[in-house]
């Protein structure tokens, strides 16, 4: 029998002294103690907090996205232009992500031929010598001819087989080409489905109708559920400047956290938002930062020689990332935390046992009562124990 179930049997067979008396009492208020700790965590976090009595799902999600928004830009290459959504959305769909460029380094009319690389350590030249046929590295706009030939009126580079002009991308354009993309709009359609309990539903509520949707935009205050997000607004709310990000690029992530306790109604199984930088923006990660591509753009001449426009690309990238469970009473996992929290109680007489044979001033008093020591007599040689010799 354990140590602190025996003590009020104990005080009634011997005649005990006041001191056994007192002690007894603070092993039951040490074993009610522990027992309240084991039900309040039974009741509080398991069921009330964990929700132990639910049969749980993850959510399963499909993401669409639109953008929408126009800018104008005056330069001396390009002259007065739009930028509409075909122009810098890139590619036009894409799975759970949207690209918007924000920067870009543009080379004009680039056609198939002969011409001066970029003047690095690596391709400047005095002398014909210095330049090896065939020759390409890693950072080469082209192959090499073997030909030192002028790039400027002061220096000398190599000359390459490539697309000529070749790209100059030393110097990004600051501030941003398209630094008017804070106030370009993002509108996101996301579907989840919580298959255990065939329940579905989007982000679009149905208190949503489409005269608020084409005026709404997303705040955390006024319009909590509004799926149509301003792209500076999602910058900002991750802490971030529009500006600065716009430049170089980056990564953003746009969150929606779908946690639905299905025990109640449907109503309340709505979306939350939030926003935060994916990539790394600080003073110890300053190697090629940001986020850029190249693509090109290509079409035949008048004589038939086909040209290219190449585009170096930078922007943010916006990942859409759906998250969420959903959970239901069922019996099973209700009965299973049941046991195992009565289970729990067993542990209550351990721990009184452990605090009062080790830890009270009085434990060698204790440990007398609670284990009986018996002499071991050996036996003699022939003697067979337990029977009649």
Not at 30 to 51: D, P, S, T
Not at 74 to 90: E, H, K, M, P
Not at 91 to 102: A, H, I, K, L, S
Not at 306 to 317: D, F, P, Q, W
Request: net charge neutral; hydrophobic share 35%; charged share 20%.
């Amino acid at each position: 029998m354990a140590l602190c179930g025996a003590f009020h049997s104990f005080l009634f067979e011997y005649d005990t002294p006041r001191i056994v008396l007192i002690r007894s009492r603070k092993v039951g208020l040490i074993n009610r103690a522990v027992q309240l700790g084991i039900l309040a965590y039974v009741i509080g976090w398991v069921f009330l907090w964990e929700k132990g009595y639910q049969e749980t799902d993850s959510v399963v999600s499909s993401v669409t996205t639109k953008v929408k928004g126009v800018t104008l830009t005056n330069t001396s290459t390009l002259g007065a232009r739009i930028w509409d959504v075909a122009d810098y959305v890139i590619p036009p769909q894409g799975e759970n992500t949207v690209f918007v460029m924000t920067n870009v380094i543009l080379t004009l009319n680039q056609s198939q031929g002969r011409c001066p690389e970029l003047p690095d350590d690596q391709t400047k030249c005095e002398v014909k010598n210095i330049c090896v046929p065939g020759y390409v590295s890693t950072h080469s706009s082209g192959i090499q001819t073997g030909e030192c030939v002028p790039y400027n009126n002061s220096i000398k580079t190599c000359e390459v087989f490539a697309w000529c002009p070749v790209e100059d991308d030393y110097h990004i354009p600051k501030p941003a080409f398209l630094r008017e993309a804070e106030n370009f709009t993002l509108l996101v359609k996301n579907n989840i489905w919580y298959r255990k309990f065939n329940f579905s539903k989007r982000n679009i509520l149905p208190t949503i109708n489409s005269t608020y949707l084409k005026n709404c935009i997303y705040d955390a205050q006024t319009d909590p559920f509004c799926p149509i997000f301003r792209l500076g607004k999602i910058v900002e709310a991750a802490g971030q400047d529009f500006q600065e990000m716009a430049v170089e690029g980056g990564v953003m992530a746009l969150q929606i956290n779908w946690d639905c306790n299905l025990d109640r109604a449907a109503s309340h199984c709505v979306p939350k938002y939030s926003f935060r930088r994916l990539d790394n923006k600080d003073s110890a990660h300053t190697v090629s930062p940001g986020y850029n591509f190249r693509f090109a753009k290509y079409y035949k001449n008048s004589d038939g020689t086909e040209s290219r426009t190449l585009v170096k690309a930078y922007g943010i990238r916006f990942d859409i990332i759906v998250f969420g469970k959903a959970g239901k009473f069922d019996v099973i996992p209700t009965m299973i935390n049941i046991g195992s929290g009565l289970a729990l109680f067993g542990v209550a007489t351990v721990l009184c046992d452990i605090v009062v044979l080790y830890c009270m001033k009085k434990r060698y008093f204790y440990r007398e009562k609670k284990y009986k020591y018996v002499e071991d007599y050996e036996l003699g040689v022939g003697e067979t124990y337990g029977t009649d010799s």
